[in-house]
């Protein structure tokens, strides 16, 4: 008897890790991870903020939330006639630390073609990261570690999906807001690509983001659509800014560009016009194809599309779409890889990667990437410095 329970428990525990290798080894084959190590900080609120909202066309009113849940939540709330200039700051729990920066309540839609001979690092996917973000920027020389804009005449390009999925979107959206002014002081340049998950904010979609914006919310008298909209001074920030660019020659478009659209006369301004349009309408995709549908829908748009990745496209095909706007290369976030990587004959550049997240661990290690470009060279830069050339 004593054999026979010992050969069953040896047969339950060797199904047991059967099966657990299984799941580790889908976990690494699908590129996932598992998280574990939470830190508590995550729900800190105290000196949450700033929240920015127009009361009218001639002021606003900048808002921290203060106190905790054991003795309450109040607001620090302060009013400004909308043409001052306010220096505001952002605290951030886990290192206590904090950044500043000037509120202008001017928001000008940025250029959608450059051309000049600085270099481009981009990023896409950072989903509410700030510390890794920060670090990321300062281990590569873009910022010093007070925050320093020292890129020079460089263009730091985000390619979209800089919220949701994490705890500190309140403070990534302000962090590039800080950066664009240092950048513009030397001459160089941040470029905010919208992508699908700046589209949900602006839109009340908020599936991937935290439940901590909900309490911000409800702190702040508001609903959670109410953090990003149109009387929000980021929401207005950010509905400014371009989904397709052209730097230097290279495409910069956080899903891509469908080969049809290619049969239209488009140009990339006019591509960009007909996505701010529509920033805080709905995106849902019709039977019929219009330009419109190549340019804003949820399947086949500019901030949406994954066909490099899920379709069986030619490499003509391809290059339709890069062709159609003088590009000789796109550089796209959207579809998780392992690593920054080189397709279609260099023609496509994938910059989404699973970055690591500011209040949990996961396993395996993450780590960040990005994308130089460098006289006409492409390199692979890593969370250390180093650089690869693709």
Same mark, same amino acid.
């Not at 159609?324 to 260099?346: D, E, M, P, S, W």
């Given at each position: 008897m004593k054999k026979r329970i010992h050969r069953y428990l040896k047969h339950i525990l060797s199904t047991i890790l059967g099966l657990l290798f299984i799941g580790i080894a889908i976990v690494v084959y699908l590129n996932g991870s598992v998280s574990y190590g939470e830190n508590p900080l995550y729900l800190n609120l105290d000196k949450e903020g700033p929240y920015v909202f127009y009361e009218n066309d001639s002021t606003f009113t900048v808002n921290y939330l203060k106190g905790d849940? %054991? @003795?309450?939540?109040? &607001? +620090? *709330? *302060?009013?400004?006639?909308?043409?001052?200039?306010?220096? /505001? !700051?952002?605290?951030?729990?886990i290192d206590s630390s904090t950044f500043s920066f000037t509120l202008k309540s001017e928001f000008i839609t940025p250029k959608a073609v450059y051309e000049d001979d600085a270099p481009i690092l981009a990023i896409s996917d950072i989903e509410s990261g700030y510390k890794t973000f920060r670090d990321y920027l300062i281990t590569n020389k873009v910022i010093d570690t007070n925050l320093n804009w020292t890129f020079g005449k460089g263009h730091l390009v985000l390619v979209g999906d800089f919220v949701d999925r994490g705890f500190s979107t309140t403070q990534v959206l302000w962090f590039i807001y800080k950066l664009e002014q240092e950048a513009k002081k030397q001459g160089g340049f941040v470029h905010f690509i919208i992508g699908n998950h700046e589209l949900y904010t602006m839109q009340g979609?908020? *599936? !991937?983001? !935290?439940?901590?914006?909900?309490?911000?919310?409800?702190i702040l008298g508001k609903q959670h659509h109410d953090l990003y909209n149109e009387k929000s001074f980021i929401g207005k920030w950010m509905a400014s800014k371009n989904t397709l660019e052209r730097i230097n020659g290279n495409l910069f478009a956080h899903g891509g560009i469908h080969p049809d659209i290619a049969n239209y006369d488009i140009t990339i301004a006019e591509v960009n016009q007909r996505n701010r349009a529509n920033y805080y309408h709905a995106y849902f995709p019709k039977p019929e194809q219009t330009v419109e549908q190549l340019v804003i829908s949820s399947k086949k748009g500019i901030c949406w599309y994954? =066909?490099? #990745?899920? +379709? +069986?496209? !030619?490499?003509?095909? $391809?290059?339709?779409?890069?062709?159609? #706007?003088?590009?000789? /290369?796109?550089?796209? =976030?959207? %579809? &998780?890889?392992?690593? $920054?990587?080189? &397709?279609?004959?260099?023609?496509?550049?994938?910059? @989404?990667?699973?970055?690591? *997240?500011d209040y949990n661990k996961n396993w395996p290690n993450k780590y960040s990437e990005g994308l130089l470009i460098q006289e006409d060279k492409y390199y692979r830069v890593l969370s250390d410095g180093e650089k690869i050339e693709l």
């Open positions: 849940k %054991t @003795d309450g939540f109040y &607001l +620090d *709330k *302060k009013e400004y006639a909308s043409n001052e200039e306010i220096v /505001a !700051s952002c605290y951030f729990p979609k908020f *599936k !991937s983001a !935290s439940f901590k914006y909900y309490g911000v919310a409800s994954r =066909g490099y #990745f899920k +379709d +069986d496209l !030619s490499q003509e095909e $391809v290059e339709k779409g890069i062709d159609k #706007f003088q590009g000789k /290369a796109i550089v796209v =976030g959207h %579809t &998780l890889q392992r690593k $920054v990587k080189k &397709l279609y004959n260099g023609k496509v550049f994938a910059i @989404d990667v699973k970055h690591p *997240k």
